[in-house]
């Protein structure tokens, strides 16, 4: 358990809104990756993070944005929510170096109504 | 991009049996790993395993990189053993975990 902690844990929000989701590491994780996870299906790359920079992107719309902070947390927004982006959001930390171990916190399950 | 396949899909043994959860992949990869999706959703890490064997507990695992497959054993199940589990991989030149479709084990007591 590499101690992510994800905040809200649940979200209900309304078609045509906006979201943000946040992740927030344990020291030592300097790379965060977002997953998008619908149900009955495995996890889906997002984008990933890099010392603030966005290093590789999934294939999402623009609508998802995200933004690593200088101690490495993370928020990930939605913009004019779909009914389809309800999903459960999954954070992902690594360490620096590609093709390392990633750690994965609790997740925030989205529904948009 | 790379093709991830788990199988079996569904698994359903009683309490006490043993397990093998087996991942194909369709290229060269630098990280390869084993979760566990318990009721609620988190993943939990059960081995990071791009080559060899590792075991912990009743758990092991073996990747063979050259033939592009990796197992996992699960011995002398437990009701709290059931779930999704899950393999993921990246291959060279990429940084996303990309996931297989999963095994849903159930254990029955």
């Known amino acids: 358990d590499a101690g992510v902690t994800q905040s809200p844990t649940h979200l209900i929000k309304t078609r045509g809104q906006q979201v943000t989701l946040r992740c927030s590491p344990k020291s030592g994780h300097d790379t965060v990756s977002w997953y998008q996870q619908a149900l009955g299906q495995g996890p889906q790359f997002i984008f990933q993070?890099?010392?603030?920079?966005?290093?590789q992107r999934g294939n999402f719309p623009d609508r998802f944005s995200g933004h690593q902070f200088p101690n490495y947390s993370s928020e990930l927004n939605v913009n004019a929510l779909l009914l389809g982006d309800s999903a459960l959001y999954l954070c992902?930390?690594?360490?620096?170096?590609?093709?390392?171990?990633?750690?994965f916190g609790q997740g925030t399950r989205l529904t948009v109504v | 991009g790379i093709q991830v396949e788990q199988s079996p899909p569904d698994l359903i043994l009683q309490e006490g049996a043993n397990s093998t959860l087996r991942c194909n992949f369709s290229d060269s990869v630098n990280n390869l790993q084993w979760f566990h999706q318990n009721p609620w959703g988190q993943l939990i890490n059960l081995f990071y395993?791009?080559?060899g064997t590792k075991q912990n507990g009743r758990l092991s695992a073996t990747t063979v990189a050259t033939e592009r497959y990796s197992l996992l054993y699960i011995s002398s199940s437990q009701t709290t053993d059931s779930g999704v589990y899950f393999c993921a991989v990246i291959n060279f030149g990429n940084e996303k975990l990309t996931f297989g479709t999963g095994t849903r084990l159930t254990i029955i007591p």
């Open positions: 992902a930390l690594g360490r620096g170096g590609r093709g390392t171990e990633a750690f």
């Open positions: 395993i791009p080559s």
């Open positions: 993070y890099y010392e603030e920079e966005e290093r």
